[in-house]
């Protein structure tokens, strides 16, 4: 069964600090690998995926991520955090898109 | 592109009643939709799962007879609680699937609908 673990419950910044949220899964194959964002009240925003081939993918608002398939791992980074960052992050796999399974989450709080 | 709308984005019903959330998928045509429920502080947990055309697969646990799910359209999906009881006060969310070009293949969401039953 596939699974996914987001280790920082919450992690506090400081605005302009850079930032890494982790990400791992476990799946027998090459996943698909999503990182969403959500604000209080709101849906959830795709930021970025990876499918294949590139291991650093970028996304949207300055974000990117690396996809290591010897850790398991697909890490959420930025450079400059900005206030208006701080949301909720969810981490997600799949086979493809049907079957997604999301982490719990990882609340970020960033400083001004 | 790729937008998902819900509506309505807040309700409020009482007790015994019948609620309906609808999803639309505004520039693309998803076969495949989904709809969640979430907890607060907590990640998504997953309902069911819409395919156009067909009967939605519901996630165990999840009362079929309750949370009625039709996909008449390419676009729309709606969820409808039925006899809603304050148990079933939550945020509902869907997301719809865009498998339009080779590169695409992701579910992108919409902004949720917040159900109070008093």
């Known amino acids: 069964a596939q699974s996914v673990t987001q280790p920082d419950i919450h992690i506090t910044v400081s605005e302009g600090a850079s930032l890494e949220l982790r990400c791992n899964y476990s799946?027998?194959?090459?996943?698909?690998l999503f990182w969403y964002v959500q604000s209080p009240g709101q849906g959830l925003q795709l930021l970025l995926k990876y499918f294949s081939g590139d291991t650093l993918v970028q996304g949207i608002k300055g974000f990117e991520a690396e996809f290591k398939r010897s850790q398991s791992s697909f890490n959420l980074r930025k450079p400059s955090v900005h206030w208006s960052d701080a949301a909720e992050y969810f981490c997600a796999v799949g086979p493809r898109s049907y079957q997604l399974t999301f982490g719990k989450g990882t609340k970020l709080s960033v400083i001004p | 592109g790729a937008v998902v709308s819900q509506h309505p984005s807040w309700v409020i019903c009482k007790s015994g009643t019948s609620v309906k959330i609808e999803c639309r998928s505004l520039?693309?045509?998803?076969?495949?939709m989904f709809w969640y429920r979430q907890f607060p502080k907590q990640s998504l947990m997953l309902m069911a799962t819409s395919n156009e055309g067909s009967k939605a697969t519901y996630e165990q646990g999840v009362e079929k007879d309750k949370f009625l799910i039709n996909h008449a359209s390419l676009t729309l999906s709606t969820l409808t609680v039925t006899s809603a009881h304050p148990e079933d006060s939550s945020f509902y969310i869907c997301s719809a699937r865009d498998t339009s070009g080779p590169s695409t293949d992701t579910q992108y969401f919409g902004p949720g609908t917040r159900l109070t039953v008093l």
């Open positions: 799946y027998g194959a090459t996943p698909y």
């Open positions: 520039d693309f045509q998803a076969t495949t």
